[in-house]
């Protein structure tokens, strides 16, 4: 493989290659990724067709999981059980120090007869997901978490708190999760949904391998940042180095992308601050405001938004300490959907070697290209990525879901 791709920062410690595209799913979008220690790849992604409601709370449309035992060459569709939604593991998907799969769906509903708690999804697989067993019940505190009648970006009901990318097994065996809401009193409207209020993310701990999680704290006290508050987030546990123990959590804003840490296992927090990828300036609306003159003109008062916006990060730490952020630049943030020409417009890789203190390699992956800017990211053996995204969108056709290996050298003295 050849380096390909547009180095939008240059460290001469690592080299990405980037192997061919792999069409995972047809149909699909904003995929969700899981690797085993054995090398099996599980991954889901939504379709077109409605989901079958077989939950008190589904993703508006079907979602589809398939596996690829032999690297990301081939991926084949598989179901737990037919005519059910599957687990949606938007919500988290790890393996285990001993082996177990776990499997966190995404929505938690509040309890109607105790708000205060919450009801969530998992699903164990002990065979390297040859098997996913049936789901079980799950509960959450949801102490002062209002869900009770809150909307989607959509403006549709969702009366549902989401638990987002994360599974994290700590080394005394609990567990770690993140989950975006609303407390009571967030009523800070979204700018392009007003109906929808900016949310804040809270961290979740478990000591009976995630069947029960109690609310530790919120990663930031607040939502008023960006147009959609701290959403979206994902979290690493750093296992070695200056900061060995420390969580990063990253979160999407809805325009610049946020992250914090905490050095003593989430009960206090750093300042968020934002984070920058090379020369990236999803604020420069000038540069751009000319591509997008005519259509800001045809569109409604409340869309006319030029500026661009930082897209669901994924977050690892490689065996080597090095950290992998994969993620998506709208530019601009709503206009992309008509016209996504701008060549910063597309998914991007990026790589820190300070533990998360700056991003000094980043390589983007397409440009100018429809695609929903969702990614996912994980080590799929030493020195070998495999980053899923998607091409097209909704209402979109060709759409898809797709994969790809890094393969990643590193300068000897790293």
């Given amino acids: 493989m050849a380096e390909t791709g547009n180095i939008i920062a240059a460290d001469n410690r690592v080299k990405a290659a980037l192997g061919e595209e792999v069409t995972m799913l047809e149909g699909g979008l904003q995929p969700f990724l899981l690797v085993t220690s054995q090398g099996t790849m599980v991954a889901q992604a939504q379709l077109p067709e409605k989901p079958f409601g077989t939950k008190p709370m589904v993703y508006a449309h ?49 309890d109607p007869a105790n708000p205060d708690r919450g009801t969530g999804e998992v699903a164990y697989s002990y065979d390297d997901w040859h098997t996913l067993e049936e789901p079980i019940p799950v509960s959450f505190e949801l102490t002062n978490v209002d869900v009770a009648s809150r909307k989607d970006d959509g403006g549709h009901d969702h009366q549902a708190a989401r638990l987002h990318r994360s599974v994290l097994e700590l080394p005394d065996g609990d567990l770690l999760t993140l989950m975006y ?32 999680w109690r609310q530790i704290g919120c990663v930031v006290d607040g939502t008023d940042v960006g147009t959609e508050g701290y959403v979206e987030p994902v979290l ?57 003159r005519e259509i800001a003109a045809q569109t409604h008062e409340d869309r006319r938004e030029l500026r661009g916006m930082y897209a669901d990060p994924d977050l690892i730490e490689l065996r080597n300490g090095v950290l992998v952020c994969v993620f998506g630049v709208r530019i601009s943030e709503k206009m992309c959907w008509a016209d996504p020409s701008h060549p910063w417009n ?6 820190s070697f300070d533990q998360g203190e700056t991003w000094s390699h980043v390589v983007q992956v397409t440009s100018g290209v429809m695609t929903t800017h969702y990614m996912a990211v994980r080590e799929l053996q030493p020195n070998v990525l495999y980053i899923a995204y998607d091409l097209g969108a909704w209402g979109k056709p060709g759409r898809r879901a797709v994969g790809r290996r890094v393969e990643l050298s590193f300068s000897p003295e790293l």
Avoid at 272 to 290: K, L, N
């Fill in 62 to 110: 079907l979602i589809a999981t398939v596996v690829s035992r032999d690297g990301g060459v081939s991926w084949q569709r598989t179901t737990r059980r037919e005519g059910f939604d599957e687990v949606n593991i938007e919500g988290g998907a790890a393996q285990l120090s001993d082996g177990s799969i776990i499997a966190l769906d995404t929505y938690v509903v509040a």
């Fill in 181 to 212: 809401t609303w407390f009571y009193g967030d009523d800070i409207p979204c700018s392009y949904t007003p109906s929808m209020h900016k949310c804040r993310t809270i961290l979740y701990r478990s000591s009976d391998k995630g069947r029960s």
């Fill in 236 to 292: 690493v546990r750093l296992s070695q180095g200056t900061h060995e123990g420390r969580l990063i959590c990253m979160m999407r804003t809805g325009r610049d992308m946020m992250s914090a840490y905490s050095d003593d296992e989430g009960l206090t927090w750093s300042e968020p601050r934002v984070e920058q990828f090379g020369d990236i300036d999803i604020h420069a609306t000038a540069s751009w405001a000319e591509q997008f």
């Fill in 346 to 351: 597309g998914n991007y890789v990026a790589f």
